[in-house]
C-alpha cells in the first residue's frame, strides 16, 4: 500500500513523513525507569510531555518562530524535567505501588502557567509550570541574603524593583488527590467544564473537582457484590470533548458505554470480535465519533450508531494464526492507544517491531511506518513497512516469523493542529513531521 496520501485533507499533496528529531539514547540494555508509558501533546501543541516507568515526567517546549523566518518553528526542547512520583508501599495491604507513569493530561490554558495531571496507579496530582525571568530586588525587611532585618535598622521605605535573571521554570505540586483508588488507575480525563476530571481504575470511574482533593463522586461501579463473579474490568475512559456531561468507557470485554451524567447509559454495545478488549477509546475532535483499539483493529464508531462500527481497520491482521502463543508470552494483554489527527482524517496506532500505522480514512490508504535508530537520519523520508505471511517476498519485505515482539509502539500522540507526531519507543522519544512542513521548518 502506499504512503502517499496517507495524512493530508482532500485535495492537498501527498504527505511524506519523515524523522524531524530523536530523544533518547541508544542502549543495548535499557534501564526499566526508563522506559516511556504516556506521550501527551497540550491543546496548542507547544508543548508535549512524556512520563516513564521511573516516575519522571519530561516537557517538551517547541521552540518558537525565528524573526529571520517567521514560519519556522524549531525542534521540541527539553522545557522542565521533574519527579512526579516515588515509589510507595501500602502497609495495611502489603502491596508495593510502582512510582511508573500511566497518564499525563494537560489543563487547558487559563494563564501564563500550564498545568497537568499525572498519575501513577493510585495517586493523581495537579501541577502548574511557570516561567521566571525576573528577581525581585530591594526588600525592606530582608537583606539581600534573604535573612530578616533589625526594625531598628530600617530607618526609611523603598520600592522593590524587578532585575532581569536567567530564565527559570518551576514546577510546584498544586493539588494531591489520594486515597480515591482501590484499583489500579488506568485513565484520566479533564472535563470541557475545565473544573471538573475523572479518573477511572478496572472497576470503577471517579469524578473530581480540580479544587477539591478529599473527596470525589462514584459515577461508575462494576464491581460485582462476589468476586468470583467478575466477567469484566474498565480499560479506559474519556470526556466528550464538547459536551461536559457525556463520557464513554471501554471493558475487557469490548463493549464501549456512552454515559450521560444528566441521566443513565446511552448504549451498550458488545462487539463480537476473537480478541475483543478494547485497550484504548478516543472521542474525535468533533465530538461526533469514537475510536476504539482493540488487539487486533481499529474502529470509528458514530455516536448516533451504537449498533456496529462504522469503519473497521485491520492493524496487524498476519498476527491471526499467532494468537495462541501471542496470548502464552502475554502479549495479548499489551494495550495500544490509537490518536486521531487533528481534522479526524487519518487515525494512527502502534503496532510490534516498532511499527506504527495510519488509516486515511477519505482515501482508505494505509501505510506501516517504522520508529527506528537506522534510518533516523534527520530529514529522512521513512520507507512504508510491509510484513509478508509466506509466499513471496519483495526486497524490502519483513517475514511475521522475524518480528520482535519486545518492540512495541504503545504510546503514540497527534499535534492538534499539525502534521507532527510523536511516538514512544522504549526509552525513545520519536517525532516525526510531513516533509513539506519540514522543510518549510
Known amino acids: 500500500m502506499s504512503q502517499k496520501q496517507v495524512g493530508c485533507p482532500p485535495g492537498e499533496d501527498a504527505v511524506d513523513w519523515c524523522v524531524y528529531q530523536l530523544n533518547g539514547t541508544a542502549q543495548f540494555e535499557v534501564s526499566e525507569a526508563d522506559i516511556i508509558s504516556t506521550v501527551e501533546f497540550n491543546h496548542t501543541g507547544e508543548l508535549l510531555a512524556t512520563g516513564d516507568k521511573g516516575g519522571r515526567v519530561v516537557i517538551f517546549q517547541r521552540e518558537p518562530e525565528s524573526k529571520n523566518e517567521p514560519y519556522n518553528q524549531g525542534e521540541y526542547n527539553v522545557y522542565s524535567t521533574f519527579q512526579s512520583h516515588e515509589p510507595e508501599f501500602d502497609y495495611l495491604k502489603s502491596l508495593e505501588i510502582e512510582e511508573k507513569i500511566n497518564k499525563i493530561k494537560w489543563l487547558p490554558q487559563q494563564n501564563a502557567a500550564h498545568s497537568l495531571l499525572s498519575t501513577n496507579d493510585k495517586t493523581i496530582k495537579l501541577w502548574k509550570v511557570t516561567e521566571r525571568d525576573k528577581r525581585p530586588e530591594g526588600y525592606n525587611l530582608k537583606d539581600e541574603e534573604g535573612k ?246 519483495r526486497k524490502d519485505d519483513i517475514s511475521v516469523d522475524s518480528l520482535d515482539f519486545t518492540k512495541k509502539i504503545l504510546h503514540t500522540a497527534w499535534h492538534p493542529t499539525e502534521n507532527i507526531i510523536a511516538i514512544a519507543a522504549t526509552n525513545n522519544l520519536y517525532i516525526f513531521q510531513d516533509k513539506v512542513n519540514s522543510e518549510m521548518h
Request: net charge neutral.
Open 148 to 393: 530578616l532585618k533589625d526594625l531598628s535598622t530600617v530607618t526609611s521605605l523603598q520600592v522593590p524593583v524587578l532585575k532581569p535573571m536567567d530564565l527559570m521554570v518551576e514546577v510546584t505540586p498544586r493539588r494531591i488527590f489520594a486515597n480515591g483508588h482501590t484499583y489500579h488507575v488506568n485513565s484520566i480525563s479533564v472535563n470541557s467544564d475545565c473544573e471538573t476530571y475523572m479518573s477511572a481504575d478496572d472497576l470503577r470511574i471517579n469524578l473530581w473537582h480540580l479544587a477539591i482533593t478529599d473527596r470525589s463522586f462514584n459515577i461508575v461501579d462494576i464491581k460485582p457484590a462476589n468476586m468470583e463473579d467478575l466477567t469484566e474490568v474498565i480499560t479506559a475512559s474519556e470526556f466528550h470533548p464538547h459536551h461536559c456531561n457525556l463520557f464513554v468507557y471501554s471493558s475487557s470485554k469490548g463493549s464501549l458505554r456512552l454515559c450521560d451524567m444528566r441521566a443513565s447509559a446511552l448504549c451498550d454495545k458488545h462487539s463480537k470480535q476473537i480478541i475483543s478488549s478494547v485497550s484504548d477509546v478516543k472521542f474525535s475532535h468533533s465530538g461526533r465519533y469514537m475510536l476504539t483499539r482493540d488487539y487486533l483493529t481499529v474502529k470509528v464508531w458514530d455516536l448516533n450508531m451504537e449498533t456496529k462500527p462504522i469503519e473497521t481497520y485491520q492493524v496487524h491482521d498476519y498476527l491471526r494464526s499467532k494468537l495462541c502463543s501471542l496470548y502464552e508470552n502475554d502479549c495479548i494483554f499489551d494495550k495500544f492507544e490509537c490518536a486521531w489527527n487533528g481534522s479526524d482524517s487519518v487515525i494512527m496506532t502502534g503496532a510490534y517491531n516498532n511499527f506504527f500505522r495510519m488509516f486515511d480514512r477519505n482515501t482508505k490508504r494505509d501505510v506501516t511506518l517504522e520508529a527506528s535508530r537506522e534510518s533516523s537520519k534527520p530529514r529522512a523520508i521513512l520507507k512504508p513497512r510491509r510484513v509478508c505471511v509466506g509466499g513471496k517476498r
